[in-house]
């Protein structure tokens, strides 16, 4: 699993890094577990959420879930900026998305990677307050499909 989470934070933090169109990515990257083992509930929970944040939320890049064994799940969220990162969380909390998952997912571990703003901190409050900054690192990658990546 570290080996798959490295991948993903080091193809998402340098995939958007194209100097003459810099976006300033935020990665949300969850490690759950599956509540009472429903994990055919859960699955399906994924289909719906997924089918919802797509339709609802332009500044969502990726949004993935993973099921591994022993009920354990990794939930990998790229968006293009604090602001659509702040969207999705608004989106989430007190609605009946965030019911339905709470009631199948306990969350072993949130950590929230790029340059996240105060107004970002505040929303996740009570959610994680592991928020990580990117200090150096490429992607070549990035390098050679630059403003491709932009119009996402």
């Keep these: 699993m570290k080996f798959l989470t490295i991948i993903?934070?080091?193809f998402s933090l340098n995939i958007f890094s194209a100097e003459?169109?810099?976006l300033d990515p935020i990665i949300f990257m969850l490690?759950?577990?599956v509540i009472d083992r429903n994990i055919k509930e859960a699955e399906e929970f994924t289909?719906?959420?997924?089918?919802k944040v797509k339709a609802n939320e332009p500044g969502t890049v990726i949004y993935q879930y993973f099921f591994g064994s022993n009920?354990?799940?990794?939930?990998y969220e790229v968006y293009k900026s604090n602001e659509a990162a702040i969207k999705h969380v608004e989106d989430f909390r007190g609605s009946t998305w965030e019911?339905?998952?709470g009631g199948l997912f306990s969350i072993d571990n949130f950590a929230v990677l790029g340059n996240s703003s105060n107004d970002l901190k505040e929303s996740l409050e009570g959610y994680t307050t592991d928020f990580r900054t990117l200090k150096g690192g490429f992607h070549k990658p990035a390098q050679v499909l630059g403003k491709?990546?932009?119009k996402l």
């Design 71 to 75: 009920d354990k799940v990794f939930l």
């Design 8 to 10: 993903f934070v080091t």
């Design 47 to 51: 289909y719906k959420i997924t089918k």
């Design 99 to 101: 019911e339905e998952f």
């Design 31 to 33: 490690d759950l577990s």
């Design 148 to 150: 491709d990546i932009f």
């Design 20 to 22: 003459e169109n810099k």
